[in-house]
Nanobody, 126 residues
């Protein structure tokens, strides 16, 4: 079983930045076997894909809603993936989830995910 633990959520002002991190453990976890990603669940809306990064860190994909503002990184030495969020907007308020799938391909939908983190809340005030 793979365990994902997010950190870094909190309160930010519009235009500000936050950096979310997710550390994987268990199984044992070989990060080179997994594509990692970030999703969010805004209040009153459905879960939304944000970004994913392939096992080798060379392929990334981001949704249009965050492209140019959010960047995904991975650090395989620390079994972690991060999401740098800049130019935050009140619409970015949501619970943010780390995700992992044992694949070499990019993931873009929640149905593809094998493992989820417990989520970390982000609130952006205007």
């Amino acid at each position: 079983q793979v365990r994902l633990v997010e950190s870094g959520g909190g309160l930010a002002q519009a235009g500000g930045s936050l950096r979310l991190s997710c550390t994987a453990s268990g199984r044992p976890f070989n990060s080179f076997e997994y594509t990692m990603g970030w999703f969010r669940h805004p209040p009153g809306k459905s879960r939304e894909f944000l970004a994913s990064i392939a096992w080798n860190g060379e392929s990334t994909y981001s949704s249009d809603s965050v492209k140019g503002r959010f960047t995904i990184y991975r650090d395989d030495l620390r079994n972690s993936v991060s999401l740098q969020m800049n130019a935050l907007k009140p619409d970015d308020t949501a619970i943010y989830y780390c995700a992992a799938k044992r694949t070499t391909l990019i993931i873009t939908t929640a149905n593809e995910v094998d493992y989820w983190g417990q989520g970390t809340p982000v609130t952006v005030s205007s």
